[in-house]
């Protein structure tokens, strides 16, 4: 995850890498809290984050297809 924090997307990038960064800080600090599994998969706050991020990489993917780039994010 450092490395990742650390590029510099384009312009059409940025707000979505910024939201992929917060978003896994916010899992990476949910599963330091929540002990078990069931208690991570109980919370609403984390089903929430989970979803931002899929929409942030949603955009990456959308980018990746009209660029041509041949990454997947799916």
Do not use: C, K
Request: charged share 25%; hydrophobic share 45%; proline share 3%.
């Amino acid at each position: 995850m450092s490395a990742y924090r650390t590029l510099s997307p384009p312009a059409s990038l940025a707000a979505a890498h910024a939201e992929i960064v917060n978003v896994s800080e916010a899992i990476r600090d949910h599963l330091r809290q929540a002990g078990t599994l069931e208690a991570l998969g109980a919370s609403e706050d984390l089903r929430d984050i989970v979803e931002r991020g899929a929409a942030a990489f949603r955009v990456l993917q959308r980018e990746s297809d009209r660029l041509g780039l041949g990454l997947w994010f799916r």
